[in-house]
């Protein structure tokens, strides 16, 4: 157990829909990074939250924004969802003392949330 | 660019010793990390390389070379448990430090 906790399991959506991931970090830790796996590959950046601000941002389009509220836990949102967009979506939290090091320690991923797109 | 190279999979037999390998090039560098991921499940940290050498903890090792861009996990001692995909990934400076992944190899332990 990592203490990051993900909703939902399991989600089936349609292309075009509109989607909205959530994950609490670990208490103590107040980085959030977002990351999209597909079936058989290593997980991708998607963004990072440190202290409710966007602190990075991988090759995603815009479609793709998220939050981070005061007690550090965070939304992913995905706007009109195209097929490849299914995959597992992992959270992440770490602590770090500043923006530049907001991951100084490692990662504590949450189990995911499965997003299928029809 | 950034660029993580590890082989897709990989087979050993139960008791044996296996090694993994990951290649990187990339700039601003900040620490090599390796995760456990069983299908289906989160990945799970297993060790931290940011110097030069070998880090050893109970059956895992990881070892890391910054003027060759090259690492290795060595696991020792193999187990049907420890069936399921090592991921390498690369912190960097910039971007609160992002890890970013390899693809993963996927390691098969056979009785």
């Known amino acids: 157990e990592t203490g990051v906790t993900q909703s939902p399991t399991h989600l089936i959506k349609t292309r075009g829909q509109q989607v909205t991931l959530r994950c609490s970090s670990q208490s103590g830790h107040n980085t959030v990074s977002w990351y999209q796996q597909a079936l058989g590959q290593g997980p991708q950046f998607i963004f990072q939250y440190y202290r409710e601000e966007e602190n990075g941002r991988g090759n995603f389009p815009p479609r793709f924004s998220g939050l981070q509220f005061p007690n550090y836990s965070s939304e992913l949102n995905v706007n009109a969802l195209e097929l490849d967009d299914s995959a597992l979506y992992l959270c992440?939290?770490?602590?770090?003392?500043?923006?530049?090091?907001?991951?100084?320690?490692?990662?504590?991923f949450g189990s995911g949330t499965q997003l299928s797109v029809l | 660019g950034q660029n993580i190279d590890q082989p897709t999979e990989m087979t050993a037999t139960e008791g044996a010793i296996v090694q993994i390998n990951c290649t990187y090039q990339?700039?601003?560098?900040?620490?090599l990390f390796w995760y456990q991921q069983h299908a289906g499940e989160a990945p799970t940290f297993l060790s931290y390389?940011?110097?030069?050498g070998l880090e050893e903890k109970g059956r895992f090792s990881s070892f890391l070379s910054r003027s060759k861009g090259y690492s290795y996990l060595l696991l020792k001692e193999l187990q049907m448990k420890d069936s399921a995909s090592y991921l390498c990934a690369v912190r960097h400076y910039n971007q609160g430090g992002k890890l970013i992944f390899g693809q993963g190899t996927e390691l098969s332990v056979k009785p």
């Open positions: 992440a939290s770490s602590f770090g003392d500043r923006a530049e090091e907001a991951t100084n320690e490692k990662l504590f």
């Open positions: 990339t700039s601003g560098f900040n620490g």
């Open positions: 390389n940011v110097l030069d």
